[in-house]
């Protein structure tokens, strides 16, 4: 299994609406990644979970709260959003820091209304 | 701080020749990788390419090669023989030491017509 899978596909939310996203991955990866992509721009990084610890939280809002239930999982925890987060939200995997790049899934495409 | 620079938001490339996508970077930290990415418009991004700042060789996986020259810190990506596939934005990217973060370059949109 070489695939990260995201879950679901599309999401349209209300601003006051709770919602998670989901990221898998069966790969034996140690690292997992949020990202978020505004319409024609890089991605952004949001959080990086090492060995399913927090590693990295590039000063997200708290309406953003990521979660690593265990080694294959990543949730993304999401609540009283705004419009301006409606974005394509990209998880990743890693086996560690070396050569390998990153596994992306393809993305939850999210509409906040 | 770390950066990365794509100057060209958009190229064509007619298909089977060849084309150059510029990426420049900007780093104090003496060990770094770059990468390549490729995103179609499905919107899954793709490893293309990677190569390390103490690699003596450039980078060639398949079509894709990289073009690393160091004291000048740029990172070209050569594709070989384009193909209609291959329309898409392409990013650079780079991961300073053995952090974790990898920041993106703003990206080209190649376009390869038929």
């Known amino acids: 299994d070489t695939e990260v899978t995201q879950t679901p596909k599309h999401l349209v939310m209300g601003m006051t609406n709770k919602k998670s996203l989901k990221c898998e991955q069966h790969m034996g990866h140690r690292a997992m990644y949020w990202y978020k992509q505004k319409a024609k721009k890089p991605p952004e990084l949001m959080f990086v979970?090492?060995?399913?610890?927090?590693?990295i939280n590039e000063s997200v809002p708290s309406r953003f709260s990521p979660e690593c239930p265990n080694s294959s999982l990543l949730n993304l925890h999401l609540h009283a959003l705004q419009p301006e987060d409606s974005a394509l939200y990209l998880c990743?995997?890693?086996?560690?820091?070396?050569?390998?790049?990153?596994?992306f899934g393809s993305g939850t495409r999210l509409t906040v209304v | 701080a770390q950066k990365i620079t794509q100057t060209q938001p958009g190229m064509f490339v007619q298909e089977k020749e060849a084309v150059t996508l510029d990426c420049t970077y900007d780093t104090s930290d003496p060990s770094y990788g770059l990468f390549w990415y490729k995103q179609p418009s499905s919107g899954e991004m793709i490893f293309l390419i990677y190569?390390?700042?103490?690699?003596?060789q450039n980078a060639t996986e398949g079509r894709y090669s990289l073009n690393f020259q160091k004291a000048r810190k740029s990172a070209n990506l050569v594709i070989s023989a384009s193909q209609l596939g291959d329309s898409a934005m392409y990013f650079c990217?780079?991961?300073?030491?053995?952090?974790?973060?990898?920041?993106f370059g703003a990206g080209t949109r190649l376009f390869v017509k038929a």
């Open positions: 990743a995997s890693s086996l560690g820091v070396g050569r390998d790049g990153y596994t």
């Open positions: 190569q390390g700042s103490y690699d003596q």
């Open positions: 990217a780079m991961r300073e030491g053995g952090g974790f973060k990898t920041i």
């Open positions: 979970y090492s060995y399913e610890k927090l590693s």
